[in-house]
């Protein structure tokens, strides 16, 4: 095994460690001491791989946002992708809210990341214009008037409050099985187009309206400084 692969393996090793410490605290931090004790190494060798403890915390974030990247890449049919775009914020509630929180936290006080901020949001806005395809041709499978802003709106809303839903320990003593619960998220999500039928040909002219944006940043990254 080469020395750069070696260097990947072991950072692979530190991401995934830092994340499960995080989960497991609970409260969104954790120590580098602590984290090198875990993974048997010294605390110095973390910072070969990262210059703070906020540089860690964002590339987990990258990271998760590279994983939701690649299940989406799955090519099959439409409502499939729907389906999984409700579970990825569903199957796991704490880490979503939990990674969403420290994002929003470094972005109002960390400092030095802006490169890194730059790479998390331009594999988000790959994502979004893969989400917008499976969206669109969901809709047009299902030939329903709602638009791909307002189903996708939708989406969101509903993985956001069902992933606070599942994540909070007082509604879970009224739960009962939380498979259920999901499930029955992801049908409602699944049902919805149906009920704005189209009464012609459906054309979602909102489609280009959301995807050029998001090409316009996009192209406004490339050419940015950090």
């Known amino acids: 095994m080469s020395r750069q692969h070696q260097f990947k393996v072991r950072e692979e090793n530190i991401l ?5 410490l995080l989960l497991e605290s609970g409260d969104g931090d954790i120590t580098l001491d602590s ?19 906020d540089e860690l915390y964002l590339r987990i974030i990258i990271r998760y946002e ?16 729907v ?15 939990l990674l969403n929180q420290i994002e929003e ?24 214009k893969r989400l917008i395809d499976i969206i669109s041709a969901y809709l047009q499978d299902e030939r329903s008037s709602l638009s791909t802003r307002d189903y996708l709106s939708s989406i969101w809303a509903m993985g956001q409050g069902g992933a606070g839903l599942l994540n ?15 499930y029955a998220f992801v049908q409602q999500m699944l049902d919805l187009p ?7 040909e459906v054309l979602d002219e909102d489609m280009q309206d959301l995807v050029e944006p998001i090409d316009r940043v996009s192209e406004e990254h490339r050419n940015t400084n950090y």
């Open 83 to 97: 389906a999984r775009m409700i579970f990825q914020q569903l199957f796991n509630p704490q880490k979503a809210m």
């Open 168 to 182: 909070s320990s007082f509604y879970q003593r009224y739960l009962g099985r939380r498979d259920t619960l999901r």
């Open 105 to 128: 936290r470094l972005a109002a006080s960390a400092t030095g990341l802006n490169r890194l901020f730059g790479d998390l949001y331009d594999i988000r806005r790959q994502r979004m």
């Open 194 to 200: 149906s009920h704005y039928p189209a009464v012609d």
């Open 66 to 81: 590279e994983q939701l990247f690649d299940i989406n890449r799955i090519d099959d049919c439409p409502s499939a992708g």
């Open 16 to 20: 995934a460690m830092a994340e499960q």
């Open 35 to 53: 984290l090198a004790e875990q993974l048997d190494l010294a605390k110095g060798t973390l910072y070969k791989h990262f210059s703070s403890k």
